[in-house]
């Protein structure tokens, strides 16, 4: 496995780098790539990617990062009980601060395991290589910068041909009130933040999506369905979270998911100030896909890029958990939508909860759409495990399982959902099961994992051991007596498995999924008069 040439290669890495990215320290194109390419090569989890190259032949480079237990088809834009994440950085060369704070979450997230599983994160650290480096260096001798009039280079924000990628994306926006297709593109009301012609901020290029930088993120953008995006810019302490072309809903969402943003890094929104502008990468991400799409402006300077070592840590501090915990919940607030849409290859596109809608968006790109008079439950087969679907039928069939069609069934399962189900299966007993006490000590709200789900129903079945063989697994030999012969017992009876031969993993959370299966089989014992 990749992880175990870490002890090759720190031996070789110790006299130039110290493991961990130093927050405080500036680093050039070439070695954040290298730093990239490092972790892709060490951990499992990470996957690297060129989307391809800057004016100057600089590699944009795309960081996936998953649980090591995720999987899913590269070549599908959308994957059953999937849940992807976009998180762009260095949109703006000075804000340089940005693509290591991204680089460095990654580490941190991938060192301590922290990504669940079916939650894939893509990130593109330096979507600008071309402008950083500008900054960096105070200039680039080539003919197109020295063909620029703004020579300001250390505050350069556009690429090497001085357009500002912020401004350059395509601003088409569905108007809800008349259904109509609106360009915004170019507009700004404000002088003061606009250029006229190539310079070191503020053009917005020749069209929309003229450049290398745009097209690459564009491309990204509508390769997978995802969930949410972030785009980590800098200054100000503020999310820029509304967007003024979207539902009351929608906006309600995104606002919800700042909450949970702000939250941990005490930012707060920006003041109204009635400014108005167009083709950020954001309003992109919105319009096209119609799911939250949040810009958080680390630091709090106006004098970037020259920001001090306990800004750059402050900002890191900040914003460690950020990416992460906000994608938690914008999985727990994932609705789908019983409209959807597929290019002209087949590939999924996007679902929707409004008919007009995705009729406009389908005339719009040239999509098919499958429609769904009611909600029925074949609906879960396009975004659960496959494996799973006939025991969740089968359970909804007979009013054992109660669930919302229109959401997701991945999600993990609470104690309290569980021993509810079990009551469903057989009244009776339930009410005569006298819960074990680690039962009443966990919460209600608590993710259930495998080792209490295994001696709930132990003790729930009234279990014993009798003839029945003991399993061997490696990861239970800590566990006390008593929790070790409920997982002799559900092993024995066919209701929990261990994963292979040698591991059961005991606190792993049961997803929903998992504990259908399970509860399928609880229901066939009782079916059989075994309970």
């Known amino acids: 496995m990749k992880r175990y040439l870490i002890l090759i290669i720190l031996g070789l890495m110790l006299m130039t780098t110290s493991f961990g990215l130093n927050i405080t320290e500036d680093y050039t194109v070439k070695a954040l790539n290298e730093r990239i390419e490092y972790l892709g090569s060490t951990y499992d989890e990470i996957t690297v990617e060129n989307l391809g190259l800057s004016y100057l032949d600089q590699e944009i480079k795309c960081i996936c990062l998953k649980n090591s237990e995720t999987t899913f088809d590269e070549s599908m834009r959308y994957n059953k009980g999937i849940y992807h994440f976009l998180v762009l950085g260095g949109v703006h060369a000075r804000e340089r601060l940005n693509p290591k704070l991204l680089i460095k979450q990654i580490e941190y997230y991938v060192e301590k395991d922290l990504i669940p599983k079916n939650m894939v994160i893509h990130y593109i ?11 960096l260096f105070n200039g680039i001798d080539t003919e197109v910068l020295q063909g620029i009039n703004d020579k300001n280079y250390p505050r350069w924000k556009s690429n090497l041909r001085g357009v500002d990628i912020n401004r350059n994306f395509p601003d088409i926006y569905l108007d809800l009130d008349t259904f109509t297709w609106k360009n915004s593109w170019g507009r700004s009301d404000n002088k003061a933040f606009r250029s006229y012609g190539p310079s070191g901020e503020f053009y917005f290029g020749k069209y929309a999506g003229s450049e290398i930088e745009t097209q690459i993120i564009m491309a990204y ?22 967007k003024w072309f979207m539902s009351e809903a929608f906006n309600e969402k995104s606002l919800s998911l700042a909450n949970t943003i702000m939250d941990i ?52 501090e900040e914003n460690e958990n950020v990416t992460l915990e906000v994608f938690k919940k914008a999985i727990e607030m994932t609705v789908f939508g019983f409209y959807k849409t597929y290019d002209s290859d087949g590939y999924f596109f996007d679902d929707y909860q409004s008919e007009a809608v995705a009729k406009a968006y389908a005339q719009k790109y040239n999509l098919s759409i499958k429609e769904y008079e009611e909600a029925p439950l074949e609906h879960l087969d396009d975004f659960m495990s496959e494996w799973a679907f006939q025991s969740i039928e089968e359970l909804v069939s007979r009013d ?57 129903l132990y003790t729930y079945l009234e279990g ?68």
Request: aromatic residues 10%; glycine residues 6%; negative net charge.
């Open 265 to 316: 890094n005490g930012y707060t929104q920006p003041r109204k100030t009635g400014e108005y502008s167009s083709g950020f990468t954001m309003n992109y991400m919105a319009n096209i896909h119609r799911v939250p799409s949040i810009t958080i402006e680390t630091t709090r300077t106006r004098n970037l890029p020259y920001l001090t070592n306990q800004e750059e840590i402050k900002a890191y």
């Open 464 to 531: 014993e051991l009798k003839d029945r063989d003991k399993v061997a697994y490696e990861d239970i030999d800590l566990l006390i007596e008593e929790y070790k012969n409920a997982v002799y017992y559900v092993n024995n009876m066919g209701l929990i498995k261990g994963y292979s031969n040698i591991e059961f993993e005991p606190g792993h959370s049961l997803t929903k999924e998992e504990a259908a299966v399970i509860l399928l089989r609880v229901f066939r014992l009782n079916h059989k008069g075994a309970l």
């Open 400 to 456: 054992i399982l109660n669930i919302d069609l229109s959401k997701g069934y991945q999600n993990n399962i609470s104690v309290e959902a569980f021993l509810e189900n079990l009551k469903r299966i057989n009244e009776e007993r339930y009410k005569a099961y006298e819960q074990p006490e680690i039962v009443e000590l966990i919460s209600s709200n608590q993710k259930i994992n495998r080792i209490q789900a295994s001696y709930i």
């Open 125 to 135: 650290p330096l979507v600008n290589p071309d402008g950083y480096n500008i900054s």
């Open 221 to 242: 953008m509508n390769r997978y369905k995802f969930e949410m995006a972030l785009d980590y810019h800098s200054q100000g302490e503020v999310l820029y979270v509304g």
